[in-house]
């Protein structure tokens, strides 16, 4: 059993499953959360930008270990709200396990490049891993599952359950995944989230939103105490504004203020044990004033009983939300928006677009030896380019730089 707030449902998988020679008494969750955790998507995360390069310091934080402190946020919030841990520790894991080389950089240079085939969305991207391309189990029937995860794991997945449209650039599936996606909806309501996806979604911003912050001054790209400055202060207030539109100018002003107030805040430079200490308390209550905010709400509109699936939404209180973008809103101009990032960005672009070019001429050779099939078996040129936006999509920094490198015969720059 799940759980008894679980129905047989939210249990139930795609494919049907032969059972293991050799049973063992775990959940099904718990047995998501395994198979997610073990999976080669998920290890690739290790070699792909969050903020800064996999290659710009000897530990950085990458895509991977963003999406294990996530899934460590998520988990804590999911014991305090009654939510199964394992489903929402294994949707946090898997929430960004589509997303391709470079960061939200390659997500916008392989939307552009992929648009003869739908376009490219990390969070659609996901869902295809999980569902199609993560090579592990196969049904009964013959048929290709991916992770094979249950129904209510894939919907917590689901940041942006709804397909491409167009008031926002942000969908969850593309349209050779609907028969799927329309599986794992069936009988909830259109475009909403289940708790258990808005634990993840939430889980996701307070994560990024504190260790990011964390980096950037580490690295000493970020100096907290410029704002005290009042046209530095203004200009950050009106760019993250702009960037971050779930908070008024006038709300990211007075969260500027309460968390400049805060006695564990720091404002100058970390070049000493002592400073990197206090630094790494303030992400520490960064990350519990966000969560504890978030659960008090919510226990306040719902009460105490367990809240799960789509009996309950998580309660965001406006001025958490407006610190939570104010911190995002920090890291993004001092750090995404420094001039040095640019041009690399730049670069990165052009290597995604001509990557994926040259995969297409030079198909399915140039193409990893499981994805060849899909490729011979692909009914028209569109659905021969989205297997290979698959190819690129699941590389790395390092292996799409040599990729890259490999098809033109031009050198590789180690600082992509």
């Known amino acids: 059993m799940a759980g008894e707030w679980y129905e047989a449902s939210d249990v139930v998988r795609w494919g049907e499953e032969r059972p293991k020679n050799t049973p063992d008494d775990r959940t099904w969750f718990e047995r998501d959360r395994a198979r997610v955790l073990h999976s080669s998507a998920l290890r690739r995360l290790a070699g792909k930008t969050q903020v800064v ?77 999980l569902t199609r391309l993560e090579v592990k189990i196969v049904d009964v029937h013959g048929r290709e599952a991916g992770l094979n995860l249950t129904r209510a794991t894939l919907d917590a997945s689901l940041k942006y359950p709804w397909p491409k449209r167009d008031d926002t650039p942000k969908f969850g599936v593309y349209a050779d995944d609907m028969v799927i996606f329309n599986w794992v909806r069936d009988g909830v309501p259109a475009g909403r989230r289940c708790m258990e996806a808005q634990l993840m979604d939430w ?33 950050l207030v009106a760019s993250t504004a702009v960037r971050y539109p779930a908070a008024s100018a006038s709300a990211l002003d007075e969260a500027l203020d309460r968390l400049r107030r805060q006695v564990w805040w720091v404002a100058g430079p970390v070049t000493t044990p002592t400073a990197l200490r206090a630094m790494r308390t303030m992400t520490s209550e960064l990350i519990a004033r966000l969560c504890v905010a978030a659960v008090a709400a919510t226990r306040r509109a719902y009460g105490d009983r367990p809240l799960r699936r789509y009996h309950a939404d998580l309660v965001l209180p406006a001025a958490t939300v407006a610190e939570c973008c104010l911190l995002k809103g920090v890291t993004a101009r001092f750090v995404m928006d420094r001039r040095d990032a640019h041009v690399r960005q730049r670069r990165q672009r052009e290597v995604i677009a001509e990557l994926l070019a040259l995969l297409v001429v030079r198909a399915p050779d140039a193409l990893d030896p499981l994805l060849r099939p899909a490729w011979s078996a692909a009914s028209d040129d569109a659905a021969r380019l989205r297997v290979a936006v698959d190819q690129v999509a699941r590389l790395t920094d390092a292996s799409a730089g040599r990729r890259h490198a490999q098809l033109t015969g031009r050198s590789w720059p180690v600082a992509l």
Not at 87 to 116: Q, S, T, Y
Not at 213 to 231: C, F, N, P, Q, T
């Open 53 to 129: 390069g996999p290659f710009d310091d000897d530990f950085p934080r990458t895509r991977l270990t963003h999406s294990l402190e996530t899934a460590q946020v998520g988990r804590g919030l999911a014991r305090s709200l009654g939510a199964d841990p394992d489903l929402v520790d294994a949707a946090c894991l898997a929430h960004d396990i589509g997303h391709p080389p470079f960061g939200h950089n390659g997500e916008a240079a392989l939307d552009a490049a992929a648009r003869d085939c739908g376009g490219f969305e990390g969070n659609a991207q996901s869902l295809r891993e």
């Open 203 to 235: 889980a996701d911003d307070v994560a990024y939103s504190a260790h990011d912050l964390e980096d950037g001054v580490v690295a000493d790209l970020i100096d907290l105490g410029r704002l005290a400055d009042s046209g530095q202060r203004a200009d």
